[in-house]
């Protein structure tokens, strides 16, 4: 969520309503009619969605629902079958992934991919080096630098690999994306693995580097912290849009609760209820 009063936070009900219903103002990402195909199959289906400069959008779904695939479409990775992808007004739908970073959208990974063999500092350096043209590798290096502080990491500067917990590699590969200097920040389940203590310091994280003004997607099965980020919520199944309005408002959609929150929370009761099983057999060893 941004302090920036020209975009619209949970309080500005009216102006993120209109938005969420297609006022497409001064978008900084605009998707139209996107569909990716794989073998026939399509992943993305006819979506078409905008972001505002200065938001945060949460991105919800099923597994398979085809949220990474979206992620992969805007950073790059991934081409449309069809539809059009515009960042700034500009059409970036076959555009390289270096040349996107380079206009300013940095992505991470669902699958955190540090280099091996590179420090946590070389890593982010390389994040800088590919994300900005003509740097030297002294500024990079002092680039590096600010965002491990920006991210909390400057401590594990040295860190290899096998020394970097779930957490730690999680913001390893925020601090890669920050060091491009993206205007667009897609974090594809950053939080995911990470303790109840750690998801507050992401959403912490998150909400600060909006504040400096990039624009955030957010992609996350984790409902309060989505909740606790997200200007705005799109909800995807079987790669097409079914809801995009505030967070509440999208949490208590019924065709959400069918489609998506219902299997969340059938989960959870069943995990509920096997744990009650299991202390109902313990208290009937004991008794
Ligand atoms: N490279 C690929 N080749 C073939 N099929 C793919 C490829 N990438 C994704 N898919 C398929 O596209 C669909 C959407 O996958 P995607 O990874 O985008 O889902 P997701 O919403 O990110 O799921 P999750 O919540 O589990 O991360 C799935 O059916 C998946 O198997
Ligand atoms: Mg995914």
Redesign the pocket.
Known sequence: MSSDSSHPTASDTSAASTWATGNTGAALLEITGVT?R??G?P??DNLTCAVRQGETLGII????????????LIGGS?VPTSGVIRFDGQDISHLAPHNRARIGIARTF?VAQPFVGLNVRENVIVGALFGRRNLSRAEAGRVADEVLEQVGMEQKAGYIGGQLTVADRKRLEVARALATSPRLLLL??VMSGLTGNEVMQAVELIRRINRSGVTVIV?E?ILRAIKGVSDRVLV?HH?AKIAEDLPDAVLSDPRVIEAYLGQRYAQQQKQASADQAQTDEWKGGLA
Not at 61 to 72: D, E, Q, V
């Open positions: 990716k794989f073998g199959l992943a993305v779904g099923p597994n398979g629902a085809g949220k990474s695939t979206l992620i992969g991934l669902q594809d389940e992609v099965h995807i790669g």
